[in-house]
């Protein structure tokens, strides 16, 4: 399908993991994110306010064509100890 044909070897080996850590299939996991992305995908295109709140993480808002991920302050403290990722959702 259109997401997973898109995965990157990194994305690939992600959902790999979740998939063992939630005891869930491979499959599963790939066709909720599908299913998520596509949600977006109406919402952003039909202008919709709206936000995905990731427990533990960050929230991501969106506000007409407005996007933006607010990550909670104890996963980036958590995750700095990995230079690399904590890179990553500085720049985000």
């Known amino acids: ?10 994305d690939e080996l992600v959902c790999a993991e979740v998939a063992l850590r939630l005891h869930k299939s491979k499959a599963t996991i790939v066709m909720c994110i599908e299913a998520t992305v596509k949600i977006c995908e109406w919402a952003l295109s039909s202008g919709q306010n709206f936000d995905f709140v990731f427990k533990d993480i960050g929230i991501l808002m969106c506000r007409g ?3 933006a991920m ?4 104890d ?13 990553g959702l500085l720049q985000v």
């Open 75 to 87: 996963l980036v403290q958590e995750v700095a100890q990995s230079e690399h990722l904590a890179e």
């Open 65 to 67: 064509n407005q996007v």
């Open 70 to 73: 607010r990550f909670f302050e």
């Open 1 to 10: 399908g259109g997401f997973s044909a898109g995965l990157s070897k990194t």
